[in-house]
């Protein structure tokens, strides 16, 4: 049963009247949310070894997100998928992928969608959230490549874009190996609709 829960949280942009609300992803947020991320990312997204790591799997509970503009529409995402790390098989979340419509580019949605994800991602009692990125955008949240050289993705990637933020501190000590995929898997019927 997936979970919907409507805590809507209104952003302003530039002072103004809220432009966009962040709530929980819906069943009925499927297809708008794939049709964004096609357009932010092109097909090429299909084929990330994040994406290995997330095929068949459902994100991790209470942490799939959405942004929506005045009318309703998707105007962002973002998820949060549960994985184990390489050897020790410690807990940690991957986050991914965060996208916003590119005719909305710069207008705060992502770093509004992150800092939403972080934070319930804390309060729901998660260690530590890795992603594949540009450390330049996500060190304003945090993010490094300081602890993740013991650690490896599934399939091509480059090294250097790995990158962590603890939120409980020291959770990344002494982890290596490479990321496995973990948490609840898709039911046959999810699977047909996210093919």
Known sequence: MEMSFEMEMP???GGHAP???MVAEAAADVAAREALLDRAMGPKRRKK??????RGRRPSEGLAFVARDA???VAGTVRLWDVRLGEGGAAALLLGPLAVDPSLKNAGIGS????HAIAEAARLGHAAILLVGDAPYYARFGFSAEKTGSLAMPGPYERHRLLALE??????DGVHGTLKAAGRKLKAQELISAA
Request: hydrophobic share 50%; aromatic share 4%; charged share 25%.
């Open 112 to 115: 509004a969608l992150m800092r």
């Open 19 to 21: 432009a966009f609300g």
């Open 49 to 54: 070894s994040s994406e290995k790591l997330r």
């Open 71 to 73: 009318l309703g529409g």
């Open 167 to 172: 939120l409980v501190e020291g959770a990344l």
């Open 11 to 13: 952003v302003e942009i």
